[in-house]
């Protein structure tokens, strides 16, 4: 509420100044803007993500997903800190400052995203937000600030500030208002002029042109971008010496790791690539696979896709890591501290706070099972003959969470790949070996870590340490079957790899290796899907949700020499561009159209595979799958409708028998001659109860290859 004559409002406990807004908003994102103000002020933050899902819009994705606060939200933060936040739009980024500083002043110049920020955050006494010019306000501000933040807004300075160097001048000018003793520090967020995505066939985030940053912009732009060398440049003018650089990743937009270049990744590690869902992109090349030289090469720095500039003395964290995608009873945090070395884990919401303080209990329970008695020789003596597994010490600290201490050793995973890509097949097998006997000892015990992957044991000469144990269970789990998960997530990580893999030992290794028949091995995998439902909740991952923004991934034709192209087939090329065209159409009472469909073109892994999860609304009367633009054979290897909470309304069987298809046979798989397959499924069948208008996600995983059309001629 604004008095008369005041140039100040309340909106809750928010305070707006209005003392030098210029009396009208310069730029405006248009009705969207409208409907993002009408959403905070008529629903709780907690509504967010499901109105997120519905709308399907990138401009409420970006403005209102609670994931944008993960760049500013692995900051140690004491909570007596007094901020300043320039250019704060809607309040992405607001938010987490306000629940863990004591004091934050925001800086913005549009009075309805002003609005928005303090509608959503009404709740939070300690924001003020103060409307207008930076060029106009920044001479008011007080200098004793411990932070001032830059998230996405240093690249538009040239806008905003009239300086024959516009960079520089803002740099000096907010240097001045931090605080002395304690130095303060200026973090600021923006994208890498030559960010491997770029390279790789996204759009520049600011003037939608491809290759515009790489070409060193040669044209009209609405903001500029740098590379880690010009960036250190233009701090280095400013006498700001004292500063590190961290990459957030994917981007410092939706960052779901942060590393840094005391903990650079491996290659392995950045598989979450197709995050861009503002624009189409084309697919140049795998860049997964060009990480994976880029960090053996130690470039990483060079083309990290963003940077996280923070100017003034060190902070203790040199990797964060966010688990953002999952239901929010297990959403944490996972963090690299230093001085000293520990890792440190979490709580991101309330309902996880259960789930972290598990964990200390976890290293006692699987501490008895797997390490001997203080004192017990005859103990002793059976660990040496079975060579067991040490338990990384977790202990409960009081902020909440827990602390485990850092461990040196190699992954158990890099040592497999090390056997692996040199053809070692005797090596390869002589580890799995040993990971079945370790995980083998005192196996009748209720204890058990069913993530026990290759990648959460390190091993330093003899000995094994279990680093990782988020999911212990008070059960006995089978190692066979432990053995069985973790081969089949090292397969499924890396393209590369599952390659090398099929080549070495043979498609269906990890049957062999475990002792499964293919019976077994769909119960195992059968669990492992129910598994990742629970710790989802249904919830689809924001990468699945991207090709709904109705944003497409281009693959342009392959590149090929004269030669090249007369050995090919026509018909292969174009059946393998029709094999990644995978549509889902919604019927919603309006019968098939294009409005409600959406491609799911990238999500294919090795053996013609992909996995996707489809959101159904309440209103969705049918839903239609179509598998490809070719004839082709298409395997339901697994499907399930589920709620919200991970209920399953319908597994495979299910869905198998009430299936209507166009195809010519349908066991044992679906073949299709035609150029136009579907599947389709009346979603009424599957109703145990009324679904109430929530959200429901069907879950597919499916097996296709293409049919020549010869044979597609034969058989029709």
């Given amino acids: ?290 990480y994976e030289g880029i960090t053996r090469d130690g470039l990483y720095p060079v083309f990290a896709n963003s940077f996280e500039v923070i100017v003034g003395d060190p902070l203790p964290v040199s990797y964060a890591k966010f688990s953002n995608d999952r239901a929010p009873r297990y959403r944490i945090r996972t963090e690299l501290a230093e001085n000293p070395r520990r890792i440190l884990k979490y709580p991101l919401t309330k309902e996880a706070q259960e789930h972290v303080r598990r964990m200390a209990a976890s290293y006692e329970k699987l501490r008895a099972r797997f390490e001997p008695e203080e004192g017990n020789a005859e103990a002793a003596r059976a660990e040496t003959v079975s060579r067991s597994i040490r338990i990384a010490p977790c202990r409960l600290m009081d902020d909440g969470s827990v602390c485990f201490d850092y461990v040196q050793g190699e992954p158990l995973e890099a040592l497999l790949d090390a056997c692996l890509f040199r053809h070692d097949k005797d090596g390869f097998l002589r580890l799995i070996e040993e990971y079945r006997e370790r995980l083998s000892y005192r196996e009748n015990l209720p204890a058990a870590d069913q993530d026990m992957t290759f990648a959460n044991l390190l091993v330093d000469a003899d000995a094994w340490t279990a680093v990782d144990y988020e999911w212990e269970t008070d059960r006995c789990i089978p190692v066979n079957d432990l053995l069985y998960r973790a081969l089949l997530l090292y397969r499924l990580e890396n393209k590369r790899r599952a390659r090398a893999l099929d080549a070495l030992l043979g498609e269906d290794f990890a049957e062999q290796i475990c002792g499964k028949t293919k019976a077994e091995a769909e119960r195992l995998m059968e669990a492992e899907r129910r598994f990742q439902i629970e710790v989802t909740g249904g919830m689809q991952a924001l990468g699945d949700f991207r090709a709904q923004t109705g944003m497409q991934v281009i693959i342009p034709a392959e590149l090929q020499t004269k030669e090249q192209k007369a050995q090919a087939s026509e018909e292969k090329k174009e059946q393998a561009g029709s094999l990644t065209a995978v549509r889902v159409y919604y019927d919603t009472g309006k019968g098939y159209n294009e409005d409600e469909a959406y491609f799911v073109s990238e999500q294919y892994e090795a053996e013609g595979m992909i996995r996707f999860t489809v959101p159904v609304e309440g209103n969705v009367r049918c839903l239609r799958v179509d598998p490809a633009l070719c004839p082709c054979v298409v395997l339901l290897r697994n499907t399930a409708l589920t709620e919200e909470d991970g209920t399953v309304l319908a597994d495979t069987g299910a869905f198998q028998r009430y299936l209507k298809s166009n195809a010519v046979s349908e066991k044992p798989a679906l073949v299709f001659t035609t150029d136009d397959p579907n599947m389709e499924w009346d979603l009424k069948k599957f109703h145990r109860r009324e679904s109430s208008g929530k959200t429901r996600f069907v879950h597919f995983t499916l097996q296709m290859c293409g049919l020549p059309s010869t044979m597609a001629d034969a058989m029709r």
């Avoid at 940053?213 to 440049?233: Q, V, W």
Wanted: glycine letters at 8%.
């Fill in 1 to 290: 509420m604004q008095e008369a004559g005041s140039r100040t409002e309340k909106i809750g406990q928010v305070t707006l100044d209005y003392t030098y807004y210029p009396g009208e908003d310069y730029y405006c994102d248009g009705a969207v803007e409208d409907e993002i103000l009408e959403i905070v002020q008529n629903n709780p933050a907690e509504c967010f993500e499901k109105i997120i899902r519905e709308k399907k819009s990138w401009p409420v994705l970006y403005h209102l997903s609670s994931i944008r606060g993960n760049i500013v939200d692995w900051i140690p933060f004491t909570g007596n800190e007094k901020v300043l936040e320039i250019g704060a739009g809607p309040g992405a980024i607001t938010g987490v400052l306000a629940k863990k500083c004591a004091q934050v002043t925001c800086v913005e110049l549009s009075r309805k995203r002003s609005m928005i920020n303090a509608y959503r955050h009404k709740d939070c006494g300690n924001v003020k937000i103060m409307v207008g010019n930076f060029e106009d306000i920044e001479p008011h501000l007080p200098c004793d600030y411990d932070y001032i933040f830059l998230i996405g807004v240093f690249e538009y300075a040239g806008s905003y500030i009239k300086a024959e160097d516009p960079f520089r001048e803002e740099l000096r000018r907010i240097y001045a208002h931090l605080r002395e003793t304690p130095a303060g520090r200026i973090v600021i967020a923006i994208e890498n002029r030559l960010g491997l995505k770029y390279f790789a066939g996204c759009k520049e985030d600011h003037s939608a042109r491809y290759f515009d940053g790489i070409e060193n912009y040669p044209g009209e732009h609405p903001a500029t971008t740098f590379s880690r060398p010009a960036l250190e440049k233009i701090l280095r003018g400013c006498g700001m010496n004292e500063y590190s650089f961290y990459y957030p990743y994917p981007d410092y937009k939706f960052m779901s790791s942060i590393y840094s270049d005391t903990r650079l990744p491996d290659g392995s590690e950045l598989t979450d690539n197709i995050r861009n869902f503002d624009m189409d992109r084309l697919l140049l090349f795998d860049e997964h696979e060009a």
